[in-house]
């Protein structure tokens, strides 16, 4: 080792001398400095305007991910989960109401199956090659059938008065409640953490680009320092309008970022209003309404009570999807629709309560009644219209703050490869004009 | 399927087990394993006595005319008689097309409303989940149960019995198409029965060794033989009738292994309530109500057997 060493040590030096020479013989000299410095400044720039060209893009894509990808299937995995849990509690009903009103919910029924089975279909194109989200919507795809099958034969069997057809219900009530809405839930779940990744870096702070910028804009201050030094001229016009230049591109990048971020944070509540606090409430109340109807259905089971009550706490219960809603709320509108969709709750356990009351008191026919056509059957839907309201309300925020961070972004790349190309020209167009007067 | 179906069937087993856990733990005490004390009105429940209840007392009241101080001028003073009942069981309870509740056991009810008001109408029928059936007489939520009840000792330490109003007794149901001959031929087969009923012990201690599958309802047990889940469901030849009524493609085979003497369930504080309702019993045996009952609701059971003889103590 040690000869080796010997060996190598005295090699670095000639590679200094070169570059002792060209220096003495070229840099050396005022022309010489101003051709680095002009050199160094356009790459400096070209460099910055790059870094920030690169990033805007990003940002714009990522924002357009956000409003033209992300989001519709989030919103196609909330009309799945809605449409499953809808479908869950309007069979139930349908089941109890048979023979009193034919035929009154199978429709709606109809729908909810063609909605989830389309809702499916859709989130698989969107979803792309996500492999942990294909999986769960490949799971939910499998168990639908089973579960429509399962209805259907409780349906069958209900035309019949059979009473069979009471199992069958409640076995495809807990299929659709314990396996396939909970499944649903981490399909959403794990969609919300993927919009949330996006809003992050969407919104996120771009120092990188920041930094170059701000380099670039000492680089050009030393660059006039130093051609007054040189030149002893005050002014230098090509490196006062690429100064000018790069300024512009930090101020309107400044302010674009800072409104777009804020306009992303504004939809990222509207979208976590719906998808944490608004869109769980839905699902509660409707699967609170499919155990009320259930109960009345299945009477030699044990009773489904404890489970109702549960569900109205995650709705309405302290911290429950309501409360959440209410803290997500950001402006008087948002707050007073969710108060509506709480006093709705209220109501609708109230007529519940009714409904036991009739029930505990022998007066069957008339709890029937009141659950699938009077008073619990209206304050259900007037909690659904409630939570719907607020959903909508929230959504429409939605649309508008994510187009108006992507309006603020619009012409912010252009402009960036435009400010980039303007500064770059004239600063070699203004040590040009120095350097001319060397020849 | 068969993971999920499992699951969703477990589920519904939990809540019967949690429920159980709170009212019915002791159903499957022994008698024997009671704790002394001191000594009960009655003499100790064995498979001799098991059956007797307590003896009318002298001819029953006129209709509207109940003794006054008794349990059955309480019920009269209040309007109405609070029965507890099971829904889904034909054809001993049902709700009929226009959502009635009719049956063999809903007969029964009607005719004690009739002898205690004149009008068999004057009855709420409360209905019950299966595991409640003897709490809710315990708690006094109903004044009785007509629920397919069969009297053992065991329950006998929570509630008091009528004396026999039908004898039925435990049976299979299988598939028509299937070999199954009875119990004996379903050695290591999954059968169904309801949890906590006595269906499911009588499965447990068969000597043919089949495997019980316990659902929330009997027919939870039908839904499974249909989807192919369970090769037999085991309760008694009232409720298989029931279902093969439900299902045409079964048969119910075999002979009875098992008998379910059925007993109104009655709060053990209310004798006379007790020694009422087997007078109107006796009454309704007598004068043909129980046989033309018989005939329009279990009549494919067979032509009709000899009326249950009630058996009393003092």
């Not at chain 2, 149901?173 to 009875?182: A, H, N």
């Amino acid at each position: 080792m040690p000869p080796r060493q010997q060996a190598v040590e005295p090699s670095p030096t000639p590679s200094f001398q070169v570059f002792a020479r060209i220096r003495r013989s070229d840099w050396d000299t005022t022309p010489g400095w101003l051709r680095v410095a002009q050199l160094l400044l356009v790459l400096g720039i070209l460099l910055a305007g790059g870094v920030a060209a690169y990033d805007t893009n990003a940002r714009v894509n990522t924002t357009g991910d956000i409003a033209g990808s992300l989001e519709p299937l989030n919103g196609t995995v909330s009309t799945l989960y809605r449409s499953l849990a809808d479908a869950d509690a309007t069979v139930a009903k349908e089941y109890l109401s048979a023979g009193m009103q034919p035929n009154e919910t199978l429709i709606p029924y109809g729908d909810d199956v063609h909605t989830a089975a389309t809702s499916l279909a859709l989130a698989g194109t969107q979803a792309g090659a996500e492999p942990a989200t294909a999986k769960l919507i490949a799971d939910i795809t499998s168990q639908l059938p089973e579960y429509t099958g399962l209805v259907e034969r409780a349906r069958a069997n209900n035309r019949q008065n059979f009473a069979v057809g009471a199992s069958y219900l409640r076995s495809a009530s807990a299929l659709m409640q314990n396996t396939i809405l909970p499944e649903t839930a981490k399909l959403q779940q794990r969609q919300a953490a993927r919009l949330g990744d996006a809003y992050q870096q969407a919104g996120s702070v771009p120092f990188v680009a920041l930094a170059f910028c701000l380099l670039s804009l000492a680089g050009l201050f030393w660059a006039q320092v130093f051609v007054f030094r040189r030149t002893h001229r005050v002014f230098n016009v090509g490196l006062v309008l690429a100064s000018v230049a790069v300024l512009t591109g930090l101020l309107w990048w400044t302010v674009a970022g800072v409104a777009s971020a804020r306009s992303l944070t504004r939809a990222l509540g509207h979208s976590r209003s719906v998808s944490d606090a608004l869109a769980p409430a839905q699902i509660d109340a409707l699967n609170a309404r499919a155990l009320e109807s259930l109960e009345l259905v299945d009477r030699d089971a044990p009773s489904l009570e404890a489970y109702f009550d549960n569900r109205m706490r995650l709705l309405a219960g302290n911290n429950g999807a309501l409360d959440t809603a209410e803290r997500f709320a950001t402006d008087q509108k948002g707050k007073a629709l969710v108060q509506t969709a709480v006093e709705a709750a209220r109501g609708y356990a109230t007529a519940h309560a009714g409904v036991e009351q009739l029930d505990g008191d022998g007066k069957y026919l008339e709890a029937v009644d009141a659950a699938v056509h009077t008073t619990a059957a209206m304050a259900f839907n007037r909690l659904g219209a409630a939570l719907q309201a607020a959903v909508d309300y929230e959504h429409g925020a939605f649309t508008t703050d994510i187009e108006r961070a992507q309006g603020r972004l619009d012409d912010l790349p252009i402009g960036t490869v435009v400010l980039t190309l303007v500064a770059m020209t004239a600063v070699a167009w203004g040590f040009q004009r120095r350097l001319e007067e060397y020849r | 399927m068969s993971t999920r179906f499992a699951l969703a069937c477990s589920v519904l087993a939990a809540v019967v087990l949690v429920a159980a856990g709170q009212g019915s733990a002791s159903a499957v005490r022994p008698a024997v394993g009671r704790a002394p004390g001191p000594a009960p009105a009655t003499p100790a429940c064995n498979q001799q006595n098991v059956l007797a209840s307590l003896r009318p007392q002298g001819p029953l009241p006129d209709p509207g005319q109940m003794p006054l101080g008794s349990t059955m001028a309480r019920i009269a003073k209040r309007g109405s008689l609070i029965v507890g009942v099971l829904q889904d069981i034909p054809p001993l309870a049902s709700r009929d097309l226009n959502r009635q509740p009719v049956g063999f056991d809903i007969d029964v009810a009607r005719d004690l409303a009739k002898a205690i008001f004149g009008d068999p109408g004057r009855v709420v029928f409360q209905p019950l989940p299966e595991v409640d059936r003897f709490t809710t007489v315990r708690s006094g939520q109903v004044d009785l149960t007509v629920a397919a009840a069969s009297i053992t000792c065991p329950l006998r330490d929570q509630v008091d019995f009528s004396a026999v109003y039908y004898e039925a007794g435990q049976r299979v149901l299988v598939d028509s198409d299937s070999d199954f001959t009875g119990i004996d031929s379903l050695g290591g087969k999954r059968v169904c029965a309801a949890q906590g009923s006595t269906s499911l012990t009588h499965l447990q201690a068969a000597a043919s060794k089949p495997v019980p599958v316990g659902m929330a309802t009997e027919t939870d047990c039908l839904m499974l033989l249909q989807l192919g889940k369970v090769d037999a469901v085991s309760t008694d030849d009232t409720i298989l009738a029931g279902m093969k009524a439900q299902d045409l493609r079964t048969a119910v085979v075999g002979p009875q292994f098992s008998e379910e003497p059925y007993g109104v369930v009655i709060n053990k504080n209310t004798p006379d309530l007790v020694r009422f309702v087997n007078a109107v019993l006796a009454a309704r045996i007598a004068d043909g109500r129980w046989l033309a009952s018989y005939q329009h609701w279990l009549k494919p059971l067979g032509p009709a057997p000899a009326p249950p003889t009630p058996q009393y103590q003092d």
